[in-house]
């Protein structure tokens, strides 16, 4: 569109969620404010594969860090009983709060969390879906921040406990 009655304004970002507080992201939690949070989002519906590393690496993660996972919906486990660890399907009005608390967020890579990380300034551990999964868009949104240092990226294909421990433990370190 061209003329004087358009103008370009970038990603839309929900004013919301920039009137977060930490300490209600901690209370909502139960989390103290003596260690680093990480945010761990799959998307609306979970992703097994991102549930299944960071539930499989749980206890080596929580010696270091608090997490708060929202793990989509019918994928909470209620087996798990950590304190350093809270799990939700989703959240709605907490969604500001837990970004404000949070030091990092690992998430696929769709465009729209992404830019909301990016406004927040969270660094960010990027999983984004193989093009076996997908058309490819979350594998280019995350080269892009990449490239331009916004965010660290764990190809779907390389993940495993190791490298995922590994690489969350450096972009907490370089955050």
Same mark, same amino acid.
């Given at each position: 569109?061209?003329? =004087?009655?358009?103008?370009? !304004?970038?990603?839309?970002?929900?004013?919301?969620?920039?009137? %977060?507080?930490?300490?209600?992201?901690?209370?909502?939690?139960?989390?103290?404010?003596?260690?680093? @949070?990480?945010? !761990?989002?799959?998307?609306?519906? %979970?992703?097994?594969?991102?549930?299944? @590393? !960071? /539930? =499989?690496?749980?206890?080596?993660?929580?010696?270091? #860090?608090?997490?708060?996972?929202?793990?989509?919906? %019918?994928?909470?486990?209620? =087996?798990?009983?950590?304190? &350093?660890?809270?799990?939700?399907?989703? !959240?709605?009005?907490?969604?500001?709060?837990?970004?404000?608390?949070?030091?990092? @967020?690992?998430?696929?890579?769709?465009?729209? &969390?992404?830019?909301?990380?990016?406004?927040?300034?969270?660094?960010?551990?990027?999983?984004?879906?193989? /093009?076996? &999964?997908?058309?490819?868009?979350?594998?280019?949104?995350?080269?892009?921040?990449?490239?331009?240092?916004?965010?660290? #990226?764990?190809?779907?294909?390389?993940?495993?406990?190791?490298?995922? @421990?590994?690489?969350?433990?450096?972009?907490?370190?370089? /955050?």
């Amino acid at each position: 569109l061209k003329g =004087s009655n358009t103008e370009y !304004v970038g990603a839309v970002i929900r004013e919301s969620l920039f009137r %977060g507080e930490a300490e209600k992201g901690r209370q909502a939690c139960g989390f103290s404010g003596k260690r680093p @949070v990480v945010l !761990v989002m799959g998307g609306s519906l %979970g992703s097994q594969t991102i549930n299944g @590393v !960071v /539930r =499989s690496n749980l206890e080596k993660l929580t010696e270091t #860090v608090q997490i708060v996972h929202l793990c989509g919906k %019918g994928n909470v486990d209620g =087996s798990i009983r950590n304190p &350093a660890y809270r799990q939700f399907e989703y !959240v709605t009005d907490e969604l500001p709060h837990l970004y404000a608390m949070s030091d990092i @967020v690992v998430s696929r890579a769709g465009a729209n &969390a992404i830019f909301e990380f990016l406004a927040l300034r969270k660094p960010m551990l990027l999983i984004p879906l193989s /093009r076996s &999964a997908s058309r490819g868009d979350q594998i280019a949104n995350a080269e892009s921040f990449r490239k331009r240092g916004f965010a660290k #990226v764990l190809e779907e294909e390389a993940l495993t406990g190791e490298t995922f @421990v590994d690489s969350l433990m450096e972009l907490l370190k370089d /955050r």
